[in-house]
């Protein structure tokens, strides 16, 4: 038998303890793929939820746990070369407890991603600010690409594992 059809027909014979961890892996790297954040912004309240794959609960956060909404500045190395940063900001709220939680963005220009801080701030009636904070922060995409090297590589070195021994 060709060396090819032997991995084909050895990874239809799945051990069925790996089906867990492959699924697991599978569906993290679909979620980070294709999930978007869906904001709603009230006199109530902050919602954000993430669809269309769940991956965690619906985040609620009451009017009176808001401090302030703010504009910051994100600092994000990028995938092609090491030490080069994408530069963009965001529009956000932070809550008394000093979470931050990025709503909007990314934006181009102060003057936008403060707008939007403004806007927000006039639906929740609370304070709006420019925060001069740099945050450096990994790329989702970089995430899933991670995951999927990480699902590949199993996949290839249980084959290899399983024809290693013949």
């Keep these: 038998m060709p060396h090819f059809l032997a991995v084909a027909y050895g990874l239809t014979r799945v051990n069925p303890a790996t089906i867990p961890v492959v699924a697991l892996a599978g569906y993290v790297t679909a979620a980070l793929l294709v999930n978007q954040r869906r904001t709603e912004i009230t006199s109530e309240g902050v919602t954000a939820a993430i669809s269309p ?3 965690c609960g619906t985040y609620r956060i009451p009017r009176d746990s808001i401090r ?20 963009y900001l965001m ?4 809550t008394r407890e000093g979470w931050q939680l990025d709503l909007a963005g990314p934006f181009s220009t ?3 991603a403060l707008a939007c801080a403004r806007e927000m701030a006039r639906v929740l ?5 420019f ?3 740099t945050t450096v ?6 995430l899933a690409i991670v995951w999927t090297v990480l699902v590949l ?7 290899l594992w399983h024809f290693g021994g013949d």
């Design 53 to 55: 794959l769940p991956v």
């Design 68 to 87: 302030l909404c703010h504009a910051r500045k994100i600092l994000e190395e990028t995938e092609q070369a090491s030490g080069v940063f994408a530069e």
């Design 91 to 94: 529009a956000g709220v932070e």
């Design 110 to 112: 102060e003057g936008e």
């Design 125 to 129: 009636s609370v304070e709006a600010a």
């Design 131 to 133: 925060v001069p904070v």
């Design 137 to 142: 922060g990994p790329s989702h995409k970089t």
């Design 153 to 159: 590589a199993a996949i290839a070195g249980s084959a």
